[in-house]
Every structure is written in structure tokens, then in C-alpha cells.
T-cell receptor, first 114, second 113 residues
Framework: DSGVTQTPKHLITATGQRVTLRCSPR?????VYWYQQSLDQGLQFLIQ???????AKGNILERFSAQQFPDLHSELNLSSLELGDSALYFC?????????????FGPGTRLTVL | AQSVTQPDIHITVSEGASLELRCNYS??????LFWYVQSPGQGLQLLLK??????LVQGIKGFEAEFKRSQSSFNLRKPSVHWSDAAEYFC???????????FGKGTMLLVSP
């Protein structure tokens, strides 16, 4: 157990809908990362927050957004969902936000868009 | 931009045999390198990491990896594979000044009896 929790574990929804994925980092970690894992794209970095502020952005679609709250948990919002958004979404956390900082991953949320 | 290549999509190894999973990276400076393992239906678990110093690093579950700058490689090894090692293995690089990870496509390890 990494100490990173994600809810829900599974999510099934329809095209055009909006969903929210939740992540609680390890105790004491200030950084939260979101990754998407799909069969065709592999594991891709989406976005990082550090202590409530956006720190880095990767291949995140404009339909997706995220935030980190004062208690350091994070939410990833996916809207106008398309079939291609079906994937496993991982959250990871690390103590700080610099190079050499090790990321610990949660169990993931599997999103299925029908 | 940095990139990671894992040339083998699938590898099958007999239980008890040795294992080597290949990883090549593309990055200008000395990278920070990681190996993660993903068991079916699970998240990613850190096996080991290389930051600097000794180029042979030891990890959990009997795994080790060797950083070779001249070959831009960071191959993962295990002397004797167990059936429970069957999983997908990901190599990742972290670039200077950032903590985000760039992953390879992964290598699926199958263990035959």
C-alpha cells in the first residue's frame, strides 16, 4: 500500500458526461500528479499540483481540469467525455516538487465511457 | 525532450531463470531513472531508482539495475525469477528541474513453469 488513495475505483459513464476523480496523497506529501494510462498512448503525464498551485502541465486536454484543495487532496474533472477518454487514471504524490523526488502511485480509477 | 524506450513489449522467462529488461533513455544531462512494476489491476510500485553515485542500484524483491551512461541504458535484472514476478514493468525518466515522469511503453513479463 503506497498510502495514496483514489476514488472511485471504477467509473462507467456515457459520452458527453462529466466525472470527477478524487485523490488523497500520502500524509505529508505536497505534490500531486495525474497520469492517464491507455492502450494506445501508454502512461502519460497530465498535470501536477504543488501545495495548491499548478506546477506543471503535460498532455492534458482542454476538457480536463484539476485542482488541489487546502487539505492537499486533488480532483481531476473530465467533461464532454468521449469514447477515447476510457482509460486508467492514476494519481501519484511526492514530498516536494523537485528533481529526484520519488512519486508514489495510487491504485487508479478505471474510467469506461460508453 | 526526454524519452524512454523499452524495446521488448513481451518477454517470457522460465521460473528460476535470470531476467533482464531493457531500457534506453534520451536525455542530455544525467537523468534520474526509475523502474516501476504494475501487477494486474494494481497501481505502480517503485522497484528502484538511480540518482547518482554507484551505477548499480539495488531495489525491492531482489531486483537490481545498472546505469550505463555510454549506452544511455538502465536495464533491470533479477538472477532468479519467481512466478509472482509476472507483471508489467515500466522504466521512467525524470528531467532536471522537474519531478514529472516520462514513461516507456512497458514490458510485459510472463513467467512459465
Amino acid at each position: 500500500d503506497s498510502g495514496v488513495t483514489q476514488t472511485p475505483k471504477h467509473l462507467i459513464t456515457a459520452t458527453g458526461q462529466r466525472v470527477t476523480l478524487r485523490c488523497s496523497p500520502r500524509s505529508g506529501d505536497l505534490s500531486v500528479y495525474w497520469y492517464q494510462q491507455s492502450l494506445d498512448q501508454g502512461l502519460q503525464f497530465l498535470i501536477q499540483y504543488y501545495n495548491g498551485e499548478e506546477r506543471a502541465k503535460g498532455n492534458i486536454l482542454e476538457r480536463f481540469s484539476a485542482q488541489q484543495f487546502p487539505d492537499l487532496h486533488s480532483e481531476l474533472n473530465l467533461s464532454s467525455l468521449e469514447l477515447g477518454d476510457s482509460a486508467l487514471y492514476f494519481c501519484a504524490s511526492s514530498t516536494l516538487a523537485g528533481e529526484g523526488d520519488t512519486q508514489y502511485f495510487g491504485p487508479g480509477t478505471r474510467l469506461t465511457v460508453l | 525532450a526526454q524519452s524512454v524506450t523499452q524495446p521488448d513489449i513481451h518477454i517470457t522467462v522460465s521460473e528460476g531463470a535470470s531476467l533482464e529488461l531493457r531500457c534506453n533513455y534520451s536525455y542530455g544531462a544525467t537523468p534520474y531513472l526509475f523502474w516501476y512494476v504494475q501487477s494486474p489491476g494494481q497501481g505502480l510500485q517503485l522497484l528502484l531508482k538511480y540518482f547518482s553515485g554507484d551505477t548499480l542500484v539495488q531495489g525491492i524483491k531482489g531486483f537490481e539495475a545498472e546505469f550505463k551512461r555510454s549506452q544511455s541504458s538502465f536495464n533491470l535484472r533479477k538472477p532468479s525469477v519467481h512466478w509472482s514476478d509476472a507483471a508489467e514493468y515500466f522504466c521512467a525518466v525524470q528531467s532536471s528541474g522537474y519531478s514529472t515522469l516520462t514513461f516507456g511503453k512497458g514490458t510485459m513479463l510472463l513467467v512459465s513453469p
